[in-house]
């Protein structure tokens, strides 16, 4: 209050209560989806039938529904966490770096089609999923590559929004005089790169990284016409296998339902978690994406 | 932007630029390592494989004699389906209920946070965008079973009351049903990018117009909304590259709704069972080209519409 007084001009306003509930109700839309997945795995499959959904059963099921997971079919979903992990942190980790390069290479050097393949990069973004996805199936197919690994990894490499990102940062986060100062000094470019500017890039670099993270992690599409063999799937194709056989056996095979749910709640646990903690990073990272 | 190192170079305060000079082919050459690595992974992930599917989308497979050239002959044939042309039609619907609500409710959402005026801002911000980190399979399971007849709270809440629940998977209510899981998944990325949009705005002209005695409406209209014209372009952008590409949602609804979603219901699932399930690649092909030029299409369209208005 006293800096009111100090400050006349600024004029401080008051809370407003009927826009925090607003937001509030906003929230709660937004959460309540999750809040029920959380309830309905702490559930037997005869209790999420039989009792309300949005709260709980007096039988506590969670830690037994988590083993029932992580049992079901000698450990397979273990094994599609695992796969998801190796690659989304690969392909992510990947497609950062090489976005990272290639955003300052185009940023920061003249040289003879710089505009025109940074465009034609950018115009990617415009083609269907499936217009790639199907001849690349194809290309791998003829190659040997598909139901392998590479076959999710290769393709999530390459990332036009995240080079458009890094561009902007390098633009934004390096100055000229800097790299100039590092080449008197007798660096030589790659040097400056790893020694100068990718310290400097650092929460574009985060950024990019998480929201392929995110992307590699959530991806459905490739994984689900790449891959044959179950040991290779990640979660998400894991997971809407299992939902699909218990839709298929209708009421018989009740008992895939608590696990696709559990599941469910498994798998998105480390996602929210990165978010959470790396917070600053693609908030300062998305508000240079932003100014843009 | 990218001149900036050259032109201070051209100018050559005198002791550097000898040095200059000499690096200058290295600095050249330096260019292209940077982003060939990048390069060399679009050309053989991206370029070749979107080339070969033009050349083979230039042939039919038959059972006597192979692949023949056909030369237009699937593009005609996909311009002529009907099948693809209501997949079409229905993700034009979809885009043209869904993106409105969507961005109105990011634009909203962010308007309210950047007031200051809300308590529990960090919180509400959180929990609005944290669906985006849940992958939209996941998503789409989970909205599968909240609409559900036997176990869906919905259904459970309507029974109660001795009402029944609408039926979200029928026919009529399947579409509204998928644009609800979709505004769910992206409007907290949307309110994340506007409100990061709004965050670099200088409060200095917000201070500036409320000494002006304007208010927060005000404000939010004459000010907010018009520094916000690029980032609500880059949101309507993929709003409308995602709206046209719906695959994921419907894919996984048709386990539960398998006569409300047909093999052709959007037109990326209308792709993807030409070429996995009926091994019609060269058709596949053709008719992912012809989804391609429509989002060009509609992308330049919102762009030119933008642009003339910005203009005026």
Redesign the interface.
């Known amino acids: 209050m006293t800096t009111t007084t100090l400050k006349p001009r600024r004029h401080k306003p008051k809370r407003s209560t009927v826009l925090t509930i607003g937001m509030l109700a906003a929230a709660a839309y937004f959460l309540l989806p999750l809040f029920w997945l959380f309830v309905a795995s702490t559930k037997t499959s005869q209790d999420l039938f039989s009792t309300f959904g949005l709260w709980f059963s007096g039988d506590f099921h969670l830690i037994d529904n988590i083993r029932l997971t992580l049992t079901q079919d000698d450990g397979v979903f273990l094994r599609w966490l695992w796969n998801t992990l190796l690659y989304a942190v690969t392909a992510a980790g990947g497609g950062a770096l090489l976005a990272a390069l290639a955003g300052y290479g185009f940023s920061k050097y003249r040289f003879k089609g710089n505009r025109t393949m940074f465009m034609i990069v950018l115009g990617a973004v415009m083609v269907p999923t499936t217009a790639l996805a199907i001849p690349t199936y194809l290309v791998f197919s003829e190659i040997g590559l598909a139901d392998t690994p590479w076959a999710i990894i290769l393709p999530s490499l390459v990332n036009p929004f995240g080079l458009l990102l890094m561009r902007v940062y390098v633009e934004a986060a390096v100055p000229d005089s800097l790299l100039e100062a590092a080449r008197i000094d007798g660096a030589s470019e790659f040097r400056i790169f790893f020694q100068v500017v990718l310290r400097l890039l650092a929460p574009g670099f985060a950024t990019v990284l998480l929201f392929a993270l995110v992307h590699t992690w959530n991806n459905y599409f490739l994984p689900l016409i790449m891959l044959n063999d179950p040991e290779l799937y990640p979660i998400t194709v894991g997971l809407a296998r299992w939902q699909g056989q218990a839709a298929a056996a209708g009421g018989a095979s009740g008992d895939l339902i608590p696990l696709v749910i559990t599941g469910s709640l498994l798998s998105i646990i480390p996602l929210v978690i990165a978010f959470l903690f790396l917070q600053r990073y693609w908030q300062s990272g998305l508000v240079a994406g932003a100014v843009k | 932007?990218?001149?900036?190192?050259?032109d201070?170079r051209r100018q050559g305060t005198s002791p550097?630029t000898f040095?200059?000079h000499r690096?200058r082919r290295?600095?050249?050459v330096?260019?292209?390592?940077?982003?060939a690595?990048?390069?060399i992974?679009?050309v053989?992930?991206?370029l070749?494989?979107?080339l070969?599917?033009a050349y083979?989308s230039l042939f039919r497979e038959q059972l006597v004699g192979g692949n023949v050239f056909v030369g237009l002959e699937n593009y005609s044939r996909a311009f002529g389906d009907d099948q693809l042309w209501t997949g079409i039609g229905r993700v034009c619907l979809f885009f043209l209920i869904q993106v409105p609500i969507m961005l109105v409710?990011a634009l909203a959402?962010a308007l309210?946070?950047d007031?200051?005026?809300?308590?529990?801002k960090r919180?509400?911000r959180?929990?609005?965008?944290?669906?985006?980190?849940?992958?939209?399979?996941?998503?789409t399971?989970?909205?599968?079973?909240?609409y559900g007849p036997?176990?869906?709270?919905f259904a459970?809440l309507a029974d109660k009351i001795g009402l029944s629940a609408p039926d979200f998977l029928s026919q009529h209510l399947m579409l509204g049903s998928l644009a609800n899981i979709v505004f769910?998944e992206f409007?907290?990325y949307n309110m994340?990018?506007?409100y990061?949009?709004l965050?670099?705005v200088p409060t200095e002209i917000y201070?500036a117009a409320?000494?002006d005695g304007a208010g927060?409406w005000r404000i939010a209209w004459s000010i907010k909304i018009p520094a916000l014209r690029?980032?609500l372009a880059?949101c309507m952008i993929f709003s409308i590259?995602g709206s046209?590409?719906l695959?994921?949602e419907p894919q996984?609804m048709k386990?539960?709704a398998p006569t409300v979603i047909d093999d052709a219901y959007t037109?990326?699932l209308y792709?993807?069972n030409l070429?996995?399930v009926g091994q019609e690649?060269n058709y596949?092909?053709a008719?992912?080209?012809v989804?391609?030029l429509v989002?060009?299409a509609g992308?330049y369209a919102f762009m030119f519409a933008t642009n003339r208005r910005s203009r005026r």
Do not use: C, K
């Open positions: 932007m990218t001149t900036t190192t050259a201070r550097r040095t200059a690096h290295g600095r050249l330096a260019g292209y390592m940077f982003v690595p990048f390069m992974v679009f053989a992930m991206f070749v494989p979107l070969y599917a083979f409710a959402f309210a946070l007031t200051g005026l809300t308590r529990l919180t509400t959180l929990g609005i965008f944290v669906p985006y980190a849940v992958p939209g399979v996941i998503a399971l989970m909205w599968g079973f909240l036997d176990f869906g709270p459970q769910w409007t907290g994340v990018i506007l990061a949009a965050r670099s201070e409320a000494v927060q690029g980032a880059v590259i046209f590409q695959f994921n996984l386990s539960l037109p990326n792709a993807y070429a996995f690649y596949a092909a008719v992912s080209f989804l391609g989002i060009l992308s």
